[in-house]
Every structure is written in C-alpha cells, then in structure tokens.
C-alpha cells in the first residue's frame, strides 16, 4: 500500500516582507491611504513614485473618483476608487448597483492591497531551468514572450488545436475569454475553477432547463431548507455574499424558517431553525425520502405536474416513452385512450393500462412505485437523520407548500409556493447530479419550481431555456473519445481537469489517441484548487508547453510554467459585466482608475496580442462583437483601440454605445452601475410567462438518460460508468464506503469568504482574519483520540478502489457543531510561493481522489472521502 506525504515548500525567489510589520501599519489608520502612502510610498512622495514605466514621477496631487467594480470577489460588486495623486487609496461600495446596494465586505475592500502588492509579477517571465522544481526565471519583453508562446502555438495549432487546452479559474468574461479567444484557436475549453458546483449546474439544466444551481424567492420564501449552504461564510447561486445575505435577512425578518441540511452547524450561525446533521455523501437518500412522504401524504400539485412536466408521459415497460410519430403519448381519463400529449382532454397521473402496445404507465407512476421502497425508516439508516425527523420535514414542507394558492406579483397573478431551498457547493459530491435531480423532483411535485416563494435557478431577464435542456437530453454516445472522455464514457460532461490529467497518464486505458500538449491557465491553480494534486502534478509533467496569465507567481506556475504573462489587478478595464440580481436588472463594467502597473496588461490585450501574432486578430475581434451583440458600426473601435494600447476601454466603450447608453464606456466610469430596473413578476416567474416555460415540459423521468445507459452497456463499457444514468435517482452506497473500517471518519471541505476565489488569498488583511489550516473535530470524538485543540495531528486518506493512502499533518481545531464521524477542513490552503500566503497550513485537495468510482456519470468531482486521525506524538 503506497504512502504519500505532502511537504510544503516555500520559494526562495522573493525576498519575503514582513507581514506582521505590514499589519502593524496598517493598525494605525483605520483609512487605507494611511496603509498605503506608509507602506508603499513613505508619506507624501508615494504621491510622486511611478508605478507606470515612462510615467512623470511629479504628479499633481489631485483628487477623483473613478467608477469600477470589484476585481477580487465572485459577483463583481459596484464601487468606486478614490483616487489621490494616481494612486488609489480607498474603495467604496456604489449604492446604486443591485449586488451591494453601496456596501463592501472586507474582501472588496481589502482589495487595494493586492493593487500595490510587492509581490505581483512585473514583466513576463521565462523559465531557465527544468520544470518540476521551483523555477528560475528571467524577465523577457512583452514581444520575446509573445513570439515564443505563438511559435508553440502554430506548431500544435497546424496539427490539432483541441490539443491546446484553456483552463480558467474564473475568466470574469466568459464572451471574449471562453467562446471568443479560445473559438479562434479551435482550443479545448475545461472545468473551471475549483469545480465547484457543476453537478447542480448539469441536473438544474437537463432536468428543468435553466442554467445554475438551487436558490429561493427570498422575499416570498416561508421555509427554506439551506442544503449545504455556508450560510455565514460563503456565497451561494451564482452570487457572493453581500446580495444572498441581505435578501436573508429580511426574509428572517418576515419570519422565514430555516433547516439547515449539513454536517456542519456552524454555517448557520445564529440564522437557522434546526439543524440536520446529516452523513455526507448520503443527501440522495434523504430527498428520495422526502419524496416517498410528499407522495404517502398526498402533498402533490397534480395540475403542475400535468401541465408543466412530462410526469404523464406513457412509459413502455423497457423504460422508453411511448411515441406515436415521434410524439409522447398521455392517457387520456376522458375515453381511457392514448393520444398525443398536447391533444389529451384529462391526462392520467397513475395507474398501469393494458394495451396493445404492452403494460403503459404515466412517467409519476413510474416514479411512486420506484420510491415507495425509500421510507424515512430506510433513508435514517443511511443518513444519521432520525426518521421522524425526516417525516416531519416532509409534512412542513407540504403544509407550507399552501398548492394551489395564489399571489399578486406586480399586478400580476402567479402561483404561490413559498418553500425552497438553497444548494450550490454541496452538488460536489459522488452522486451530486442525481442527488441534486431529486430534490428538484421533491419541489416539482410541490409545484414550486419557478413559483412565488419557490425554488428558482438563473436570474431571468427574458424568458427564456438553456439550450442544453435539449442538447442534454439527445447528445449522442459514441464509440469513440477525447482526453476529456465526452461521449462514450461521460455523455453529460463537466470535463474535469484532474480526470483529464489521469487520461494523460494512461491514455491507452480510454483508448484515447492525442492528449493535450499545452495548456493556457488563466487565474487558476490547479496544484491547489484542484482535487488529486500529485496526478496534477504528475500529467503537467507530461505537458509540452505551459502558459500562465496571473498576477502572481503561483504554484503550479512555478513548478510548470515556461512562460507567465503578468495580468492586472484592480488596475485593470474589463466588461461589460451583469450586475442583475433576481429582482432588479443592471450593468457594470471594471474601469481602472490607474494605469496599469509594472508591465502588467489586462486580459483582453493578452489575447489580442497573442491573436495578432497568430494572424488572427481580425477573427478574434469579430467573434468579440459577435458575442456581446455590438453594433458593426463600432467594430473598427475595437482595432482602433488595440492599436493605441486601449483594447479593453475599447470593447466596453463599444458595448455601452450598442446599448444606447449616453457617454459609452466613460459612463461607468463617472457613474458607476447602469441601472437598468426592477425585473417584472411577468419576467421572473416562468408560469406567468405568456407560454408557461416556453412550452417545454420539465422532466421529472429522464428518457435521455435511460437512452445513454443502455447505449453505454452495448459498448461494453464497465458499470461504473453507467449506473447513474438511470431516468429517475436510485440510492447506492457511495464508494468511499468501500474503505476499511480503520478510516472511520468522513472528510468534508467547506469555503471561506475571506478567501473564497483564490484572488483574497494573497491580502495578508484577509489573512490575518484566517490564519491558518485547521481539520475541524467534533470534541468527543477528539477526546476519544486524545486530541485537544490546537493538538498537532495526522490525517490520512484512503482511495477505496486502489488502496491508495495519502497523509497531511495539520493542526486541530475542536468544534461541538459537527457530526462525530465527520472532519472538515477549508479548501483555501497549501501555497508555498507567494510569502504572504506561504506556509499556512495543508490543503485537503491532496486527499482527495479522481477517478472512477469518486467521479461520477457527469465527471463531477466529489469533495468525500473516509479518512483517519491521529495525534502527532512529539508535537
């Protein structure tokens, strides 16, 4: 059995500054100029450094406020730069933007530091010595750079451009970065970021069409069950923190009730009702649970389900819809017929009808017999949640549910469903895809999907359906596959970076002829962010070529790297952005209220600089307008703007102008947000919408995915890759279940907000409220190890397929809110580069594993695993 031990190490290419002389500092002031003329300009001549190469150094010092957004956060949040002799000294929130309403938590204001940070990288960097180890560097001009990167490029490009393959961590702008620059090069995009919530994203859009994961009509929302959701330190759908929370609060206010599902209690803080410790990776069983209740109580809006869902779709006894000329056919009670579903006069929801064709039965009578088996009595086995507990969750879900009532939006008449829930991270797990299809089954057959109080998924300005609520359902297996493995072996696919990387290592196991050769990382990194660091490390290896767009050196950076192009911070223009929140509806675009610093470039001259030099900068500008709808006759802006060093004001000024909105790009610049206006209630809910959801039914059975199994099992392929895809969920053990009973505890990482995007991770403010790693124990379960708090202990890992173990050592932090059998550790830590965020403690995603078994029917990673800990002796 293979043992591995990770060992931090920290760079020796930067001379570290002192942090705690820095917070020392910054204790005298409570405003940031003091911070900063202090620390990075010795009082009033800070006013008169240059930043900017050829900039004057004998500034006037004179005072503005510059319209931008915030650059370190998930949601972009509106604010303004005060701005002093060039140099920005404070950030307020901009009162008129729908995210933050004039607020900044202390990330976005935090945020100057890492504008003036010593340790950004100030020219492009090429690497002098082998890859692997930490680099040696040597700084290169912006043209040296550019014509290695494009030399590299042509060569693979002339082959097979899907072997370059771009890796975000969050682009920021995904029209001119995801679709734009990489469908020019005809490069292979993959998993963003941490993976952090694709399973929801993939269930929320096969299943009822819209595009993100699980949140509620806060303002009519009366029982909210916050399924995993880190509730005082973490965002939620598709938003941050400002925005979920305010909406929470007043909704407490009115009295909403609140059940937290978690392992942990302390994302609750003091804003939940109770609490439903519940054992991780078993979330699947408990919804089936609720929905075997929701059925024996009879808690069901029938007319939602005939109407709005393919519940009494006719389903032929080998799992397929009964079709007629390619149409779905419905029992119709009115002269016990079948006919086409858009014909029948009274649609039948049970019952088995004997016909020619075989034993038929509605797709909801497939799904009652099929749950009939998943009793709270068997679900409290499985999840640690008391069956009476389970029941009665169920009970006040229906009861508040009020079906069949109404309410009075904007003088418009909507359903009225005021029970919800919210999830987002909690989708990473084994069987997130079909965990997160069945709570959305649970609130279908509640009739609150899309409803007033009710569970919604995208913040919709028009009506409108995902596109891949069609393409999910007819994507066809084929037999043969790419290093992602789309198709054959993942048909929904979220094209994980590290299963990629196990492809790599064994490419011939998939059958896969041509793995990736290089790769453009932009504001990632993988080593951390992502889960099984030392196959990562072992497939980059591998790579022939690496680029990195940051603006920091960052670990895999360091160790892979062969050129890193240094990126802007808050010094830099980039947009246009949505600022819409599920009520209102806005604009926002990142104006830099200095020049940029150093060498530094913003995103959007990178790639065009890299397009020109590839003979592609026309086609890339095109696809630019193309994707943000900017009128042709602002397209010759955009060149225009390249060529005088101001692309991205360029594109920004050119969107604003298509928009009609006076001034262009100099608007957000001296104003702030667009504010475009309240999102009508005749918008917002889908079943106010003059063809309810467009006309599509929500699929409650998922025909599709019965079609990919059984096309899968022709081929041969192994049961581990098709046993999910079943057209309703079913309940398995998870496989880290499969572990010995020595590895008695599940692991779980959480999100912190001080550090979630991994931008605040280099603000030694934001650092110094969370300084270092801890595993979370709950006190008993501590007590019977011997462990007390701030005890140094080992945690081990166990790969339930391999054998394979792996072992971090890590202080312990002694908590009473979390499950016994349950550890936790935040995801934000392990770097060894930057000196301000060096050497802070482990990261759990080295004790993570992917593969086969941990990844699931969409290539979703899960963040379980069954470990071990024990006290460090000596220490």
Same mark, same amino acid.
């Given at each position: 059995m293979k043992k591995r031990e990770f060992i931090s190490k920290t760079s020796e290419q930067n001379e570290k500054v002192s942090r705690r002389f820095f917070l020392k500092l910054a204790t005298f002031s409570s405003a940031s100029f003091v911070i900063a003329s202090t620390f990075f300009g010795l009082g009033k001549d800070f006013f008169k450094s240059p930043l900017v190469p050829g900039e004057s150094s004998s500034l006037e010092v004179e005072e503005s406020f510059v319209g931008t957004a915030c650059w370190i956060g998930k949601q972009d949040c509106g604010m303004f730069a005060r701005v002093i002799g060039g140099r920005v000294v404070k950030l307020e929130g901009d009162p008129n933007n729908p995210r933050n309403r004039g607020k900044l938590c202390p990330k976005g204001v935090a945020q100057i530091i890492a504008l003036y940070s010593p340790y950004r990288i100030k020219s492009p960097l090429k690497r002098v010595n082998e890859k692997g180890i930490p680099g040696k560097w040597i700084e290169v001009s912006w043209d040296e750079a550019l014509d290695i990167i494009s030399k590299k490029l042509k060569e693979i490009m002339e082959r097979n451009p899907k072997l370059i393959i771009w890796q975000k961590g969050r682009s920021k702008q995904e029209s001119i970065y995801d679709r734009a620059f990489v469908g020019v090069l005809g490069a292979t995009s993959i998993g963003h970021g941490a993976y952090c919530s694709d399973a929801g994203y993939r269930a929320c859009e096969y299943t009822v069409g819209q595009h993100g994961v699980l949140h509620p009509d806060f303002r009519y929302c009366n029982y909210l069950i916050s399924w995993g959701w880190n509730i005082t330190n973490a965002g939620g759908n598709k938003l941050c923190w400002i925005t979920w929370n305010s909406e929470l609060v007043s909704a407490r206010e009115r009295g909403m009730k609140v059940i937290l599902l978690d392992p942990r209690r302390d994302g609750g803080g003091p804003h939940i009702d109770d609490w439903l410790p519940i054992r991780p990776g078993t979330d699947l069983a408990f919804w089936l649970a609720i929905a075997n209740v929701l059925v024996d109580k009879n808690y069901i809006d029938t007319e939602f389900l005939k109407k709005y869902t393919n519940a009494p779709f006719l389903v032929k006894e080998n799992g397929y819809f009964l079709k007629v000329e390619e149409k779905e056919q419905m029992w119709d009670l009115s002269d016990n017929k079948y006919k086409p579903y858009d014909v029948v006069v009274k649609p039948a929801l049970e019952g088995v009808f004997v016909t020619e064709d075989g034993n038929l039965r509605p797709a909801f009578q497939v799904f009652k017999e099929q749950i009939s088996i998943y009793t709270p009595e068997w679900a409290a086995s499985i999840t640690g949640v008391p069956a009476d507990t389970i029941r009665r969750i169920a009970i006040e879900l229906g009861e508040n549910a009020r079906i069949g009532s109404k309410v009075i939006v904007d003088g418009v008449e909507v359903p009225y469903r005021p029970v919800a829930v919210m999830a987002y991270h909690i989708s990473q797990q084994e069987m997130g895809f079909q965990a997160v299809r069945a709570c959305l089954l649970v609130f279908m057959l509640l009739g609150a999907i899309g409803a007033a109080g009710g569970v919604h998924i995208d913040f919709l300005t028009k009506p409108s359906i995902d596109k891949r609520f069609e393409s999910w359902e007819k994507v066809e297996v084929k037999s043969n596959t790419d290093f992602t493995l789309s198709s054959k072996y993942f048909p929904i696919n979220s094209k994980n970076p590290s299963l990629i990387a196990r492809v790599m290592l064994n490419p011939d196991k998939y059958g896969v002829k041509e793995v990736p050769e290089v790769i453009i990382i932009h504001m990632a990194n993988p080593l951390l962010s992502f889960t099984d660091q030392p196959i990562l490390i072992e497939a980059y290896r591998r790579l022939k070529f690496m680029i990195v767009i940051s603006p920091w050196l960052s670990e895999t950076a360091d160790y892979f790297a062969d050129i890193v192009l240094p990126t802007t911070t808050l010094d830099k223009t980039e947009g246009p952005f949505s600022a819409k929140t599920p009520y209102e509806d806005g604009y926002i675009a990142r104006i830099a209220p200095v020049k940029p610093l150093f060498k530094s470039k913003d995103e959007p001259d990178i790639y065009a600089a890299i397009c020109e030099k590839l003979g592609l900068l026309n086609k890339f500008i095109n696809e630019i307008v193309k994707e943000l709808g900017i009128?042709?006759?602002?397209? %010759?802006?955009?060149?225009?703007?390249?060529?005088?060093?101001?692309?991205?004001?360029?594109?920004?000024?050119?969107?604003?102008?298509?928009?009609?909105?006076?001034?262009?790009? $100099?608007?957000?610049?001296?104003?702030?947000?667009?504010?475009?206006?309240?999102?009508?209630a005749k918008i917002r809910y889908p079943s106010a919408w003059d063809k309810p959801f467009l006309g599509i039914r929500l699929r409650l059975y998922g025909e599709g995915l019965r079609r990919m199994q059984d096309e899968m099992k022709k081929m041969g392929l192994s049961e581990i890759y098709w046993r999910d895809y079943t057209p309703l969920p079913i309940w398995r053990s998870?496989?880290?279940?499969? !572990?010995?009973?020595?590895? %008695?505890?599940?692991?779980?990482?959480?999100?912190?907000? @001080?550090?979630?995007?991994?931008?605040?991770?280099?603000?030694?403010?934001?650092? @110094?409220?969370?300084? @270092?790693?801890?595993?979370?124990?709950?006190?008993?379960?501590? $007590?019977?190890?011997?462990?007390?708090?701030?005890?140094?202990?080992?945690?081990? !890992?166990?790969?339930?397929?391999?054998?394979?173990?792996?072992?971090?050592?890590?202080?312990?932090?002694?908590? @009473?809110?979390?499950?016994p059998d349950v550890v936790a550790m935040s995801h934000h830590y392990g770097f060894w580069v930057d000196p301000w965020a060096a050497e802070r403690g482990p990261t759990p995603n080295y004790l993570y594993y992917t593969e086969e078994g941990y990844v699931t029917n969409t290539a979703d990673q899960s963040f379980h695993v069954k470990v071990k800990v024990w006290k460090a002796e000596g220490d």
């Open positions: 009128k042709e006759e602002y397209r %010759d802006q955009l060149l225009k703007g390249y060529r005088d060093g101001k692309f991205s004001f360029a594109i920004v000024d050119a969107w604003a102008k298509s928009k009609g909105i006076d001034g262009g790009g $100099k608007y957000f610049e001296e104003k702030g947000t667009w504010y475009v206006g309240k999102i009508p998870p496989t880290m279940e499969n !572990s010995p009973p020595e590895y %008695d505890l599940y692991l779980v990482s959480y999100k912190k907000i @001080e550090y979630k995007q991994s931008r605040a991770t280099f603000v030694p403010l934001l650092a @110094e409220l969370e300084p @270092e790693q801890r595993i979370v124990l709950n006190s008993m379960s501590a $007590k019977m190890r011997g462990i007390r708090d701030g005890d140094w202990v080992f945690v081990e !890992s166990h790969n339930a397929l391999s054998g394979e173990t792996r072992r971090i050592k890590v202080r312990a932090l002694l908590r @009473e809110g979390i499950r």
